[in-house]
């Protein structure tokens, strides 16, 4: 089996471990998936001891499906921790911040804060032209979602492209 055959075997399996995914859980649990999938599909340029997911704010949901779906799960043979975050300090000691509801104001000081930073930022709400790298929409009642590439390469993360191929591309 060629480099292709192997890549695309891999891109059909993504796609449909998330839909499967979506027919057994919560939307929240689908998204917290989806997170997982980010990371796993993002070369990040730094080497951390412990692979830290943050939650913004006060959204419980969000933090406990990712407690569900990610316990016992490793992102390059890294222990996963998922962590609380009510304001914006030590933000950027996380590769990933999810923000499932992030007022406009919050959202452009937290933008501002990370310029230069390593940090994923995903909005459960549809913010890519906003300043958000990834955010979640519905579509056709599938969740799907948007990536905006070039802030993706100003944060220094490589997305492959068999993620931007399930993106839709801002």
């Not at 929240?28 to 997170?35: C, D, H, Q, T």
Request: proline content about 2%.
């Amino acid at each position: 089996m060629g480099i292709r055959q192997l890549y695309f075997c891999a891109l059909v399996f993504l796609a449909s471990s998330i839909q499967n995914l979506h027919a057994q859980n919560s939307e929240s649990e689908l998204r917290a998936a989806y997170i997982f999938n980010f990371a796993k599909y993002i070369k990040w340029p730094t080497d951390h001891q412990t692979f830290v997911i943050g939650v913004y704010g006060t959204d419980t949901e969000a933090f406990d499906a990712l407690e569900r779906t990610l316990k016992g799960k490793k992102i390059a043979g890294k222990e996963i921790q998922i962590k609380i975050f009510e304001t914006f300090i030590d933000i950027a000691s996380c590769q990933i911040l999810y923000c499932p509801d992030i007022e406009n104001k919050r959202l452009t000081t937290l933008l501002e804060m990370l310029v230069g930073k390593s940090v994923l930022l995903v909005t459960k709400e549809d913010l890519v032209k906003r300043g958000a790298m990834i955010s979640f929409i519905v579509e056709n009642d599938k969740l799907r979602f948007k990536i905006k590439k070039d802030a993706l390469d100003r944060a220094g993360l490589v997305p492959t492209e068999g993620l931007l191929r399930l993106a839709i591309l801002l």
